[in-house]
């Protein structure tokens, strides 16, 4: 079968018709398709092996699989998860049985494989009837079990980089039998940047926006046609009046975002990230920010702000930028209600500059470590209570404060009245209390 029978038809879209068609041509995924990498030597050898393609929407998994197929002879199988039943995977199983050839079965979303279609497809895997690719944009050690993923490595696709996607557009805009390259367009560089940088790392959305984009190219009086940036507006909407990542607009648009989530007014902080990622602004750029929030705005007023926004990056990169960009809403969302509380950050600040001024600081001998009996006979280690050992897990007096000897005391953490923190502040303050009876000998504990 010829996989690309179809790429010189300019009926079908950009992105089809200029699908890659040996891995010298792939832009991308150079860990894997690079000289010596792992699917550059199957390619070499004739040899492919099952495979989880795992990685976001637009990174190249189908194409892979149909190179991989092409290179090495073999047929091809394309089923869906999402399509495809048990007796689906069958008809496949009995026409591989019926070739004489290899079958490479390329089975797109195999998250969505119920367990009585892995069972159906785990023998013929086993018995190397069908060599299995599938692809998914979920974490395969989650979703695929554990007897087919035993028989399949797993290979991690990453999104695109915006050079790599430039030079994904540039060489549709120089392709004359296949991309668009016999209507001599001019497009500079600054606005293949700018298409790139909406793309965010997906090769098939940025071919789309630049097709989409060349429908509003004008004649500029040569033969030629030339790409405009204003007529991107069509295309982008804002993002056609995207900021340049060194440009004051894009860091005050995350000054904005940051802002309006410290003072606690969620609709603000959503307009701005909204214009961000519309001006072409990194979605990443956003969750970073938020990360940095969780502790220095929200920080122990809610303890579980900082997890939730590494929760939703974690989601970006899974789910791709469609969905994943809900996650990050969802983080800011939190952020912008929790309570809030920079003691953390304030803490922090006091502990840099006051070790700053304690160039002699010295650790009490009874935390220091002590693996040899050298160490042990200098005293290391010696008066250290374990703290499970102790009532309430809290080795309570002025003796056993872990501060270094000779040494100013300093407290750098401040709890607030703010949510979470409270509580905090009660645990510190009724320890206080445990400390200062243990130092005055007394016994009785705090209500």
Not at 98 to 121: C, M, P
């Amino acid at each position: 079968m010829d996989l690309f029978t179809d790429e010189s038809d300019h009926s079908a879209p950009l992105a089809w018709r200029m699908r890659p068609r040996t891995l010298t041509d792939y832009v991308g995924q150079q860990a894997l398709v690079g000289p010596g990498k792992p699917l550059a030597r199957m390619v070499e050898t004739g040899a492919v092996r099952s495979m989880i393609l795992w990685g976001p929407p637009g990174t190249g998994k189908t194409t892979l699989a149909e190179i991989l197929a092409a290179e090495s002879g073999a047929e091809l199988e394309h089923l869906s998860a999402v399509m495809a039943g048990v007796k689906e995977i069958r008809a496949a199983v009995e026409r591989a049985r019926a070739r004489s050839q290899a079958t490479l079965l390329f089975l797109d979303e195999i998250h969505r494989l119920n367990k009585s279609q892995q069972d159906a497809l785990l023998p013929h895997v086993e018995s190397g009837l069908l060599t299995l690719i599938g692809a998914t944009t979920e974490n395969p050690s989650f979703e695929v079990n554990s007897a087919l993923l035993s028989r399949a490595r797993v290979h991690v696709l990453t999104s695109l980089s915006e050079a790599e996607l430039v030079e994904v557009l540039k060489r549709a805009l120089s392709d004359e039998t296949r991309g668009l390259g016999a209507r001599r367009l001019r497009v500079d560089d600054d606005i293949l940047d700018l298409l790139a940088r909406a793309a965010a790392g997906d090769a098939r959305r940025a071919l789309g926006l630049l097709e989409t984009a060349c429908d509003f190219a004008e004649p500029d009086g040569r033969g030629n046609e030339l790409l405009r940036r204003e007529a991107l507006a069509d295309v982008l909407g804002h993002q056609a009046s995207a900021f340049d990542k060194q440009g004051d607009h894009y860091y005050d648009l995350l000054s904005a975002i940051h802002k309006s989530v410290r003072s606690s007014r969620p609709d603000a902080a959503l307009l701005y990230i909204a214009r961000f990622v519309q001006g072409g602004g990194d979605p990443l750029d956003v969750v970073r920010r938020l990360a940095a929030i969780a502790s220095e705005d929200v920080g122990n007023a809610d303890p579980r702000a900082l997890p939730l926004v590494m929760a939703a990056w974690d989601a970006y990169l899974r789910l791709g930028d469609y969905e994943g960009q809900r996650a990050i809403a969802h983080a800011a969302l939190h952020l912008a209600v929790a309570p809030k509380s920079n003691a953390i950050d304030q803490a922090w600040k006091r502990a840099k500059e006051f070790a700053a001024g304690q160039p002699r600081l010295e650790v009490p001998g009874y935390l220091r470590n002590a693996p040899t009996r050298l160490m042990e006979s200098l005293g290391h280690g010696r008066g250290y209570r374990y703290a499970h050992h102790e009532p309430h897990a809290y080795p309570a007096g002025s003796a056993h404060d872990c501060w270094p000897e000779e040494t100013p005391r300093e407290h750098f953490y401040r709890p607030t009245e703010q949510g979470q923190e409270k509580r905090y502040a009660q645990i510190m303050a009724w320890r206080s209390q445990l400390d200062a009876e243990a130092d005055e000998g007394g016994t009785q504990e705090p209500d």
